[in-house]
């Protein structure tokens, strides 16, 4: 049971690449969520996704896109990464009725 | 709208001592609340969570935290810290629904000898 898996743990971009972070979780969980981590910020919802087929917008959707794959799986997706795009970004899983959340590891996302 | 306030950024105890981290929230209905601990370079773990019932609930790791209503607080205890307490420790809320949940900025505990 790896519970939320991530990847890459690291990556360094250049302005304007594109990239996709991927994560899986083996839990059964209804909801799934991506975050961004920036120092003094506390952690701010970019997208969640409450059900298979749904995806909704957080507090910072800008800049990125999502893809519920299947029930396991959520991507992230930079179709043209900035600066301020730098941040570690952690997926985050929950069963979506008692609303605590399992977290991945983090990716630490550098953009140049 | 839905806020969570962490009002120390860091904290400093000596081993053994006790701990509080100080954690208010505002939501109009009856909160979900939780607290996550963060090690350098990890994700987030569940210690504790409140939905209802007893106001004082019990966690992982030697923890527990008291839900006051009257003071919107949810602070964080532990009677006797040991020096792998060390971490970042962030209070959250959760939203009606339980779809989105609420951080707060995250207390960093350090822990001296």
């Known amino acids: 049971n790896a519970g939320v898996t991530q990847t890459p743990k690291f990556q360094v971009l250049k302005t304007g690449q594109s990239m996709t972070l991927q994560c899986a979780q083996d839990m059964n969980h209804n909801s799934m969520y991506w975050y961004r981590q920036d120092p003094g910020m506390g952690l701010r919802l970019i997208y969640y996704s409450a059900s298979e087929g749904t995806t909704d917008k957080g507090e910072v959707p800008n800049g990125y896109n999502v893809s519920r794959l299947n029930k396991r799986e959520f991507s992230l997706r930079l179709e043209s990464a900035a600066p301020s795009q730098t941040s570690v970004y952690f997926c985050a899983s929950s069963p979506g009725i008692f609303y605590e959340q399992y977290f991945g590891p983090g990716t630490r996302l550098t953009v140049t | 709208a839905q806020s969570v306030t962490q009002p120390d950024i860091h904290i400093t105890v000596s081993e053994g001592a006790s701990l509080e981290l100080r954690c208010n929230y505002s939501?109009?209905?009856?909160?979900?609340l939780f607290w996550y601990v963060q090690s350098p370079g990890q994700g987030l773990q569940l210690l504790l969570k409140y939905f209802s019932g007893d106001t004082l609930v019990q966690g992982i790791k030697g923890f527990e935290a008291e839900f006051k209503r009257s003071q919107s607080s949810f602070n964080l205890r532990k009677p006797s810290v040991h020096w792998s307490d060390a971490a970042e420790y962030f209070c959250a809320v959760g939203e009606g629904g339980g779809f989105k949940t609420i951080f707060g900025a995250g207390t960093r505990l350090f822990v001296k000898a």
């Open positions: 939501y109009g209905a009856t909160p979900y």
